[in-house]
């Protein structure tokens, strides 16, 4: 049984920084790629960032490329997502998700695993 749990949302300005964090439990979160997605209300759920299983491979969507650092820590079994000059753009529920190969794909079909979401907001 793997579970994941985000945490790190929160209400920021505009222009600030925040960092999401997801836990795995169960084993195997080392052999495993890993990702983030959002969903804002009323819209599909958007790719953001993916790792692959040893962190030496990441994707980026344009829109936060530049601005947002996905990482992750093996020992700590733990997937981080740095959010630097937040946009208004980027309120949403933020999940995170664990893929089926070592390098997953951008697809939300490339995962299996979901966390519960954590709520960015970040006002104007």
């Known amino acids: 049984q793997v579970q994941l749990v985000e945490s790190g949302g929160g209400l920021v300005q505009a222009g600030g920084s925040l960092r999401l964090s997801c836990a795995a439990s169960?084993?195997?979160?080392?052999?495993?790629?890993m990702a983030w997605f959002r969903q804002a209300p009323g819209t599909e759920r958007e790719f953001v960032a993916a790792?692959?299983?040893?962190?030496?491979?990441?994707t980026y969507a344009d829109s936060v490329k530049g601005r947002f650092t996905i990482s992750r820590d093996n020992v700590k079994n733990t997937l981080y997502l740095q959010m630097n000059s937040l946009k208004p753009e980027d309120t949403a529920d933020y999940f995170c998700?664990?893929?089926?190969?070592?390098?997953?794909?951008?697809?939300?079909?490339?995962?299996?695993?979901w966390g519960q979401g954590t709520q960015v907001t970040a006002s104007s």
């Open positions: 169960g084993r195997s979160f080392s052999s495993y790629g």
């Open positions: 790792i692959s299983w040893g962190g030496g491979t990441k």
């Open positions: 998700a664990r893929g089926t190969t070592k390098v997953p794909g951008i697809s939300d079909s490339d995962y299996v695993y």
